[in-house]
């Protein structure tokens, strides 16, 4: 009698176990779904894919260029706003030339004339912006179809990964390059980017995100009152085509000074040779800590909303992009005329034209397999 009440408790909770974890990830599922983002020029489907945390966070993402569409994101009074610029359908990101939210490559940034050597052989890349090669041409990874290779609900987050094989040969880049870029949405509202990066030969890669952030969740305005911190003494001046001179130059006792937090319109209209080379700022910063595994390299505070965001990376550089070029052409979500500086991007990576700067860190990917690229950067909210 006594052993058959004991079967009996076992029998139940072994039951009342399998309920609560079958809710459980009932509850988990639900935080991944994915509906049509509608048809491309050539009549291909795309998707997007909306991805929650357990406190609201919500981030849209699509299989286009690896893309998020939109963030939402708490102000200090729990009112969710979406913070980046983009556009409000599939036709807007095939016809845009702004790269909002877009994973960009095979190199992100410039590359002077899209000229560089490897292993003795010189190559040269397609050119799209000027004389120049510009997130990876005119085809780069932005605007390409990217592969779903799954979605996942786990620890009050969601996440997704995609994969673009960049073919030997495409934009003039050597070797077959394989990239997944899996974007998670943690429970400690972070937006965690991870890279890995395999070639079949020695190739060159320098992937980054190209969010347009505007914490005030309005982008009527502009984002001159954010208040932005960037912890470099250095950044790397460039000439009138904005590729990089070579020289590193020190931040002190100019408006690159962001070492302590300053709002970004303070000197964005100071008379200075590189801000009118850039229309404002649009240069890269050389990360101090860039010898740290990952480490804190910035932060952004827009003290009305309240909303506040760090930034981490592994990479040596950001470029801090201060949406110069936005000149209220752009036609973005909900109709909004994008106007000049209503977004900014802090995009990490490695130095610009960097295959043709021996001495910076190397954005060489070798053939061999064993040492794939890889590459954090995180994204985290918070109020203040
Ligand atoms: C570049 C800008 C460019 C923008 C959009 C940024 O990463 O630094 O010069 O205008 O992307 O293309």
Redesign the pocket.
Known sequence: MKIRFMYTICFTAVILFLLVSCKSNNEESTMVEKKSFGKLSNGDEVFIYTLTNKTGLKAEITNYGATVVSLFVPDKNGKLEDIVLGYDDIEGYEKG???FGAI?GRY???IARGKFVLDGKEYQLSIN?GENH??GGKIGFSKRVWEVLGVESKMGGSSMTLKYVSKDGEEGYPGNVELTVNYQLTADNELFINYTATSDKNTILNPTH?SYFNLTGDPNKTVLDHLLMIDADKFTPVDKG?ITTGEMADVANTPFDFRTSEAIGKGINDVNEQLKY?LGY?HNWVLNKHQEQIFKFATAYEPISGRFMEVFTDQPGV?F?SG??LDGKVKGKHGVMYQQRTGF?L?AQKYPDSPNKPKWPSPILNADKTLPYRQTTIYKFSVK
């Open positions: 030339e702004s790269y960009v992100g940034n410039r912006n510009l997130h190209h904005l850039g649009d470029q992009y110069n070029f991007c995009e």
